[in-house]
Nanobody, 124 residues
Framework: QVQLVESGGGLVQAGGSLRLSCTAS????????MGWYRQAPGKKRELVAS???????NYPDSVKGRFTISRDNAKNTVYLQMNSLKPEDTALYYC??????????????????WGQGTQVTVSS
């Protein structure tokens, strides 16, 4: 069993900052890529930031220069530092991780895991 637990969401004024955290726990062999997604009411879930196991990052233009993703492999944790927040950043933010688990007998599987979501609300 693997769980992703997010924290750090909340209410902030436009121009403010928040830092999200997501920690993976359970029978983990290896955490591969990790990322953050968000979903606003009536909209599709969209990628906010991703980071590979080697530390390469990717951002959409909408958050580039304002958001920074990082990870602490020793703590199985990924972070999202969000600066210069805008009302349009308001959404439910989800942590995502591609995790390799061992099934026994030398067999391993890659699974895509999601956190439960943390709400970010930016007031104007």
């Amino acid at each position: 069993q693997v769980q992703l637990v997010e924290s750090g969401g909340g209410l902030v004024q436009a121009g403010g900052s928040l830092r999200l955290s997501c920690t993976a726990s359970g029978t983990i062999f290896r955490i591969n890529a990790m990322g953050w997604y968000r979903q606003a009411p009536g909209k599709k879930r969209e990628l906010v930031a991703s980071i590979t196991s080697g530390g390469s990052t990717n951002y959409p233009d909408s958050v580039k220069g304002r958001f920074t993703i990082s990870r602490d492999n020793a703590k199985n944790t990924v972070y999202l530092q969000m600066n210069s927040l805008k009302p349009e950043d308001t959404a439910l933010y989800y942590c995502n991780a591609d995790i390799t688990v061992l099934a026994g007998g030398g067999v391993s599987y890659d699974y895509d895991y999601w956190g439960q979501g943390t709400q970010v609300t930016v007031s104007s």
